[in-house]
């Protein structure tokens, strides 16, 4: 399957996979963690992040104060520049980039900053982190985003029920 194919199903079936992620938060939550971590690991042996991007192309990471300073002394700026050249607030008051594609994502899909990015761009789509379900809500969200997002909570779903 395609990539736009798992997010057009992704889509098609986002309203059951909403109300059924809801459920999950009353399952055990170390046996959920290993169940995601499982097919994580599986969807994402066939796919290529550099044939998608889409995280890339369409949402901005969080920049904490320490994946700011550890940029912009990559890039040889001063905080203060980088931050008013690439940086806004949101509504929750958390430093995200002014638009969107990211400036740092080339043609070819790889990202120009890769050894110093951001360590949400280091744990998106956040579906093999411990205490997963803390992060149901996100995943509901990537949903949108995330080709391997769609594939994994459908295996998930599958093995859960
Ligand atoms: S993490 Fe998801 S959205 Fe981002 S490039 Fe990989 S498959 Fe695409
Ligand atoms: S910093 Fe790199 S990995 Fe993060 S959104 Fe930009 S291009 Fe993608």
Known sequence: MKYDEYLAKGREDKDDLTIWLKRLKKKNPRKLDDVFQKHHNTVFESIDCLKCA????TTSPI??????????????MPIIKFEQEYLRKDNDDDLVLQSTPCPFLYEDNSCGIYEVRPQACREYPHTDQRKVVQVLELAQRNLDICPAVCQ???DVKEELG
């Open 54 to 57: 889409n995280c890339c192309k």
């Open 63 to 76: 920049f904490r104060d320490v994946d700011v300073k550890r940029i912009a002394k990559k890039m040889r």
């Open 152 to 154: 994994i909570v459908a």
